[in-house]
């Protein structure tokens, strides 16, 4: 799903932090993040992520440049089976939403037509060492 008009850019301290989470299940839930993002980006644009460790939590935004989610839509994208895509099954936001859920977390959208959309996560957090 790559396009190479898209710049990427991650934003994170260096500091270490320690979530308790599944990382098969995130990472799962992160790429479909990034794969509807570049799908709502087919002439190019600018995918950034940020990574903000807080006192008892982990925020993580994931905000794009593409299409936008009409205002109609924004309460209806993480229900499973609403979708607008011609092949989509509806199942990925979905599934985005149980996971964050499943990590006692919470996500959030925020979007505009024509300006792009962000997604904010919100995990709890361990700091370590």
Known sequence: AWNSKINFTVQ???????????????KSALLNLFVNAIQAMP????????????????????????????????????????????TGNGLGLAEVHKVIQAHHGWIEVQSAVGQGTTFTIKIPLKLGE
């Open 12 to 26: 994170s301290l260096p500091t270490p932090y320690f979530v308790p989470l599944d990382p098969q299940l995130f």
């Open 43 to 86: 002439e190019g644009g600018n995918l950034f992520v940020s990574i903000q460790p807080e006192p008892t939590w982990v925020t993580i935004r994931i905000q794009d440049t593409g299409v936008g989610i009409p205002e109609e839509n924004l309460s209806k994208i993480f229900s499973p089976f609403f979708t607008t895509k011609e």
